[in-house]
């Protein structure tokens, strides 16, 4: 994995020593709104059920961002692959760094690397139907909405009844016209 280096984030490689800013992320309770109803993830015992990503350090393909003006902790990205061809993108910032476009400007650099050199052909993600700012990033990118799910949740989160939506968006040169 490189290092990715934007205007304002540097991504590198996660290590053990982030896995107290990647728990403070799961504390907040509006980070995790769309995740898991907004619920404080126990680190000790975490739920074996979950659904989406808790790295802790030590994740393949689960970058750590920071700003590039003194290394403050900004958030985490991944390209997780689903396979040889297709990876997953996903990420989860501080609340405070909301609304700022890195979330944006952080996905764009994971994305060019995934195409140029992580080799893949599409890349997908997903997020709740009502989570307007992440689908907004997924947009900012370029990709497009292919499909939305409705899933039947055991414990059904606040908005899940509109399903969750999909988008993907495929090798610049490999595009169909």
Not at 15 to 40: K, T
Not at 82 to 90: I, N, P, Q, R, T
Not at 104 to 124: N, P
Request: proline letters at 6%.
């Amino acid at each position: 994995m490189a290092v990715l280096q934007t205007t304002r984030l540097t991504l590198l490689p996660c290590r053990p020593s982030d896995r107290d800013d990647f728990i403070a992320l799961e504390r907040d309770p509006e980070v995790m709104r769309f995740l898991n109803g907004g619920y404080a993830v126990d680190n000790e015992d975490p739920d074996p059920n979950s659904t989406f990503l808790m790295p802790r350090g030590t994740e393949p393909y689960v970058w750590t961002a920071r700003r590039v003006r003194g290394g403050a902790f900004v958030g985490w990205f991944c390209l997780w692959p689903e396979d040889e061809s297709v990876a997953e993108l996903g990420y989860r910032l501080r609340r405070t760094e909301w609304g700022q476009g890195l979330a944006s400007e952080g996905a764009a650099a994971l994305v060019d690397w995934g195409f140029s050199k992580g080799g893949y052909d599409r890349i997908v993600a997903t997020t709740m139907t009502v989570n307007r700012a992440s689908r907004r990033v997924m947009e900012k990118l370029g990709m497009r909405h292919t499909r939305t799910e409705h899933v039947d949740w055991p414990v059904p989160i606040c908005g899940s009844e509109h399903g969750e939506v999909w988008y993907e968006m495929a090798h610049p040169e490999r595009r169909d016209g």
